[in-house]
């Protein structure tokens, strides 16, 4: 219970705050001590709830839980489950592990040896084809190929090229003449390209288009011009209506009505703070004073009589109950079950010996059998004693 103030730095009050302080205090105590008062009763009740009621409630239902959900689990998985799986794992081991080793090492392995063995033969095959058969045909191949190469090479040098430059001469011959024609043909289409459209392009350009974009550019201008203006008039306008209008009512009522009424909220709502933590903590020593009031009154109006009533009567009225009544009555109760057992055992005995003299008289009294006597020094067992470290029965321990 935190009725200790923490430590604060205030700022400089003025006499607003001085003159609000004290009412509200006084209201906020008479409100806040009630609500104090049930809430620690409230957290006395919980407090007594959890440690007699939901404690050993949690502990039951999660001993149930346990019971319930962990055991039969628990149970499952150790009981069932893991052998299970031991069994799968051997029956796995067994039927498919154990198989598959004995087929790798007697299957697999000797194939794969035979596979290699013949990949081998077939390697050495294929080498010794390539090394005897493939080179000297590739050899006599490369030979012949060279041959026709020196023939076509020789063709080339001593027919083909004597023939190119017969013909390269003919061309060069006939190409000037045909150069000429072309230049001519080329000068004749550009003269007419020149004054068929690009001169009148020109014209038309500097006569027509540039003097009628520069008029429509101007115009443009003019009316972007005017636009800008008429834009800023408007906008200026709005900006001085919505000034008049709007801002400088809203400054006006920000800084004549609402800061000030924000200041006294401020101070108030600092107070009512100041004031509901002074009265909680105030309200805590009411509290508590209240409740050890009450828990002495309960001490002195019932415990204590019940103490003393126990400690001076109820004690002594017991001593004597049991130094009077309970002992004496202990001990008769026990002499009785002594004298019970005892006439118990004495008519078991007499019930016992007058069966004995019954049998006697009707059947007669037993035969006794003849002592056996042991002659000499032998140690022998005499009738049915038992033998012992020093008795002995063989030939060679006899005197």
């Known amino acids: 219970m935190d009725l200790e103030k923490p430590p604060q730095r205030r700022e400089p009050e003025g006499c607003l705050a001085v003159a609000i302080r004290v009412p509200v205090r006084i209201v906020v105590l008479v409100l806040v001590v009630p609500v104090r008062m049930v809430w620690d009763a409230l957290v006395l009740a919980g407090r007594v709830l959890r440690d007699t009621v939901l404690r050993p409630l949690g502990r039951a239902s999660a001993w149930l839980a346990r019971a319930v959900f962990v055991w039969p689990f628990v149970g499952l998985w150790r009981y069932v489950l893991v052998p299970a799986g031991k069994a799968l794992a051997w029956l796995g081991k067994v039927l498919v592990v154990v198989p598959l080793a004995w087929a790798y090492a007697r299957v697999l392995t000797p194939l794969w040896h035979g596979l290699v063995w013949l990949a ?31 023939g076509l090479a020789w063709v080339y040098a001593r027919v083909l090229t004597p023939v190119g430059h017969a013909v390269l001469w003919v061309l060069r011959r006939g190409g000037a003449v045909l150069a000429l024609v072309a230049a001519g043909v080329f000068a004749a289409v550009a003269w007419l390209v020149r004054y068929l459209l690009v001169v009148p392009a020109r014209w038309v350009y500097a006569w027509v288009l540039a003097p009628a974009g520069r008029a429509v550019a101007w115009c443009a201008r003019g009316l972007v011009r005017f636009a800008g203006l008429v834009v800023t008039g408007v906008g200026v306008g709005l900006y001085w ?77 017991g001593h004597v109950l049991r130094d009077v009544v309970l002992r004496p009555a202990a001990e008769a109760v026990r002499a009785v079950g002594r004298a019970a057992r005892e006439a118990l055992a004495s008519a078991r005995a007499s019930v016992r010996q007058a069966r004995a003299d019954f049998r006697r008289m009707l059947l007669g009294a037993p035969e006794k059998e003849p002592e056996k006597t042991v002659s000499g020094d032998r140690r022998e067992p005499s009738g049915r004693a038992p033998r012992t470290l020093g008795s002995s029965t063989t030939a060679l321990t006899k005197d």
């Open 241 to 317: 209506l919505a000034r008049v209008l709007v801002v400088l009512p809203a400054l006006a009522l920000w800084r004549w009505v609402l800061a000030p009424a924000g200041r006294l909220l401020v101070v108030v709502g600092r107070e009512v703070r100041d004031a509901l933590g002074h009265a909680w903590r105030v309200a805590g020593r009411i509290s508590l004073a209240v409740g050890r009031f009450l828990g002495t009154l309960l001490r002195w109006m019932v415990v204590e009589p019940v103490r003393w009533v126990y400690r001076t009567v109820l004690t002594p009225v």
């Open 120 to 150: 081998r033969g077939i390697g050495a095959g294929l080498v010794w084809v390539y090394a005897r058969l493939l080179t000297p045909v590739g050899h006599g191949v490369v030979r012949v190929l060279r041959g026709i190469g020196a």
